[in-house]
């Protein structure tokens, strides 16, 4: 990477975090009545106000911007040549339009599946999958469970301010990482990733505690969607030997880079099936919130989700790099473990 695509990368970081700051900001004063979260009283959330969801709009923008920069840099027209751009761009503008539907009209929960699974379809066709067995099939299979899992990971986790936007920015991070050991810094997911990074922080200024405003589904559906491309192509088909690639590789390094939105909707899910409930509808029984229960203050818990996320980041730096060994590997996989027990075991304690 030469000083003039250094200079370019960080004077677009800088406009596009600026544009968000700004664009959030915006919706945040004019929006009185539109957007607004909470307002269904069949609806259970963490929040009892009423906050604009508007926050996932500036990710889409950020986002065609990022591509639109990317044309400017290269000056060439191979991009939309490229299948598997094509087909990302497509499933994300889907994720985009499903949220946006979803925050203005309360859709069905099965038509929310129906376009993920589509998302997550197209990234199959369009070359973009889970390479783990030489059955195609099973590729197929398990590239769409995951695209669909993630999606709805991502969106069950923001259930506190600040927290998705936490964890989205450090797997987005990783994978921006696994660029730049790669010398790939000229790929256009390169600056993709960079402008999502930029759009994050942006919107965190608003979503902090207290939060202004929420990403809505409009921002969760989208986050999940390339976070769950970005985990297929950097983390599931790592180009990275790792002293010979296996499954049980694969996996330690994905579930490392992923491993907090994982605990959440995996604790989430057991519990609430333990109880003979819906895993698919709201409630204040996520680990954030059973965190809470035990004397943390949001703010608090926003802390120890970004401490978390980034020694997950850091391992997956040690992972990528030439000194990755089997012991890097190992205390990766434990300390995965450790995530995931610890915040089950939180949400086991009995609370008032």
């Known amino acids: 990477m030469g000083y003039k695509d250094i200079f370019f ?194 919107f965190l200024f608003f979503n902090w505690h207290p939060s202004k405003i929420y990403m809505g589904d409009t921002g969760s559906q989208f986050l999940g969607l390339l976070l769950a491309a970005i985990g297929i192509m950097c983390f599931w088909n790592t180009p990275f030997d790792l002293d010979g690639k296996s499954i049980i590789k694969q996996i330690i390094l994905t579930s490392v880079v992923f491993i907090l939105p994982l605990s959440d909707t995996i604790s989430v899910i057991i519990n609430r099936m333990l109880k003979k409930k819906s895993p698919f509808i709201g409630g204040r029984d996520h680990t954030t919130h059973h965190l809470s229960y035990m004397g943390l203050s949001e703010t608090e818990v926003a802390f120890v989700f970004l401490f978390l996320s980034s020694i997950s980041a850091l391992f997956c730096y040690a992972i990528a790099s030439k000194c990755s060994t089997n012991v890097t590997l190992i205390l990766s996989l434990i300390f995965s473990l450790l995530v995931f027990f610890s915040l089950f075991i939180v949400t086991k304690i009995k609370r008032k």
């Open 9 to 202: 990368y960080s004077l677009f970081f800088v406009v596009s975090m600026v544009f968000s700051l700004l664009i959030n900001g915006l919706f945040f004063r004019f929006s009185k009545n539109m957007g607004m979260r909470n307002l269904k009283e069949d609806v259970i959330r963490w929040e009892s106000q009423t906050k604009p969801a508007f926050g996932g709009i500036s990710f889409y923008i950020v986002f065609l911007l990022s591509i639109a920069a990317y044309s400017i840099l290269s000056g060439s027209q191979i991009l939309f040549q490229n299948l598997g751009f094509i087909g990302i761009l497509a499933s994300a503008s889907i994720a985009f339009l499903v949220g946006l539907a979803d925050d203005a009209y309360n859709t069905k929960p099965l038509l929310k599946l129906l376009a993920q699974f589509v998302c997550g379809l197209i990234l199959v066709a369009t070359g973009t999958y889970i390479q783990l067995s030489s059955i195609q099939i099973i590729n197929y299979a398990v590239t769409i469970i995951w695209v669909i899992g993630i999606m709805n990971s991502i969106n069950m986790l923001d259930n506190m301010d600040a927290i998705s936007s936490i964890v989205s920015i450090f797997i987005f991070l990783s994978g921006l990482v696994v660029f730049v050991l790669l010398h790939s810094t000229d790929s256009v997911y390169f600056i993709i990733l960079l402008g999502c990074i930029a759009s994050l922080l942006g």
